[in-house]
Structures are given as C-alpha cells and as structure tokens.
Nanobody
Framework: QVQLYESGGGLVQAGGSLRLSCAAS????????MGWFRQAPGKEREFVAG????????DYADSVKGRFAISRDNAKNTGYLQMNSLQPEDTAVYYC?????????????????WGQGTQVTVSS
C-alpha cells in the first residue's frame, strides 16, 4: 500500500511563493513517477506537473510553465513542487500522485496512488 502525505500549502498573496512537499511510504520511491494535480471548486482535477522515476523527464501544464518547478529526492522518498509568482487562479487543492511506470502522462486516471490534498489559496 502506497501512502502519500502532502504538506506546505497555505495562504499567500499574489506574486508570492510556496513549496509543497510529498512524502511517500513506498520503497523504492524511485520505482514510481511522481506528479502534482490540482482541483479548484467546481472544476475537474487537472494535471500540474510530473517527474519521471529518476527525475530525468519533467512535464508541466502550460498554465504553470516558467513559474512552477517539480523535483524529487529519491533518497528521502520525497517530492516537491516549488511554486513561484502565484496568482489567484492557482487557488486549489493540490494533490500528490504516484504512478507505476516511468511517466503515466497527464490524465489522472493513469496515476495509481493519491495523497489527501493540501489547500493553496492565493489572495489578490
């Protein structure tokens, strides 16, 4: 059973930064791709960023390219999402996900495990 624990969400003003962390219980963590998704009220869950098993491949939603950076530390079983230049439209619950295979893609149905989510609120 894979368990994921997000942390680092909160309230920030527009233009500010937050760093989300995702601690994974699975070992080896390097055997799973890691991703971040978000869901705003009344909207579907959407892909934000993903990183392949050993970190060699990353992908981002167009809306966050140049502002967000995904990374992982396999030795610490932890993934990260650095979010800069946050805007009110980034407000959502952010979910960490783990997926079998090198990189499951941007569709949430192909990701196997999910965290409980952490709220990110950006005020204008």
């Amino acid at each position: 059973q894979v368990q994921l624990y997000e942390s680092g969400g909160g309230l920030v003003q527009a233009g500010g930064s937050l760093r989300l962390s995702c601690a994974a219980s699975v070992r080896p963590f390097s055997g799973y791709a890691m991703g971040w998704f978000r869901q705003a009220p009344g909207k579907e869950r959407e892909f934000v960023a993903g990183v392949s098993t050993i970190g060699g491949l990353t992908d981002y939603a167009d809306s966050v390219k140049g502002r967000f950076a995904i990374s992982r530390d396999n030795a610490k079983n932890t993934g990260y999402l650095q979010m800069n230049s946050l805007q009110p439209e980034d407000t959502a619950v952010y979910y960490c996900a783990a997926g079998a295979g090198q990189f499951p893609g941007t569709n949430s149905k192909f990701w196997n495990y999910w965290g409980q989510g952490t709220q990110v609120t950006v005020s204008s």
